[in-house]
């Protein structure tokens, strides 16, 4: 199993500002994914982040907004950019194992004020 | 289009009785299903996966589910709930990447004494 280290595990920031959520893996892996889960809903697919390329955006989020960085095979970073209430969420990480199946961070919780 | 629905949104079940969670899902072809837990202030746990074959399949924690084709549905079961079972429980799918996922809505299981 990977085991992914997400932090900060929250934070709260001020309206405008942004907020960089770093993720880091145990182990070498290809793809690395991040969610978002905002306030009692389900999660939602932000984008897919492969080392080396662009990171894929899912419909609804753009890069200006959620931009990510993926400089190698173990580590990624999503910023929360010019944030707002609504942006109030917890964002997650995961990857893929290599065994059929996802593994998730712990999350980090963030609270726009 | 394609989705993921769990009908219950919260299930008040007494603890040592059965439980059952639903899901169903509308896909063109037959996904990739996973049932997830999440735990408060928890990140999410993987309790089982359906990718062919047994159309029942056992998962961690003495969880398991049944896949039914003709239904769209992949149901969660567990014949005794414990305590330690409250959580919120996510049905997910994917048709290419198991870690690129799409997620029902969730249902909160409460267990009462």
């Known amino acids: 199993s990977a085991v992914i280290s997400q932090k900060p595990s929250r934070d709260i920031c001020q309206r405008g500002t942004s907020l960089t959520i770093q993720c880091q893996v145990d182990?070498?892996?290809?793809?690395m994914f991040w969610y978002r889960q905002q306030p009692g809903q389900s999660l939602t697919l932000i984008a897919t982040?492969?080392?080396?390329?662009?990171?894929?955006?899912e419909s609804g989020f753009v890069i200006d907004k959620f931009p990510i960085s993926r400089p190698n095979l173990t580590f990624s970073t999503l910023t929360v950019s010019n944030m707002s209430p609504e942006d109030s969420s917890i964002y997650l990480c995961?990857?893929?194992?290599?065994?059929?199946?996802?593994?998730f961070g712990q999350g980090t919780r963030l609270t726009v004020v | 289009a394609q989705s993921v629905t769990q009908p219950d949104i919260h299930i008040t079940v007494s603890e040592g009785a059965s439980l059952e969670l639903r899901c169903n899902y509308s896909y063109g072809a037959t996904p990739y299903l996973f049932w997830y837990v999440q735990s408060p202030g928890q990140g999410l746990q993987l309790l089982l996966k359906?990718?062919?074959?047994?159309?029942l399949v056992q998962g961690i924690k003495g969880f398991e589910a049944e896949f039914k084709r003709s239904q769209s549905s992949f149901n969660l079961r567990k014949p005794s709930v414990h305590w330690s079972d409250a959580a919120e429980y996510f049905c997910?799918?994917?048709?290419?990447?198991?870690?690129?996922?799409?997620f029902g809505a969730g249902t909160q299981v409460v267990v009462t004494p």
């Open positions: 982040a492969n080392q080396g390329s662009e990171a894929t955006y």
């Open positions: 182990s070498q892996v290809t793809m």
């Open positions: 997910a799918v994917t048709t290419d990447s198991w870690g690129k996922l799409q």
């Open positions: 359906y990718f062919s074959g047994d159309t």
């Open positions: 995961s990857v893929e194992g290599v065994n059929t199946e996802a593994f």
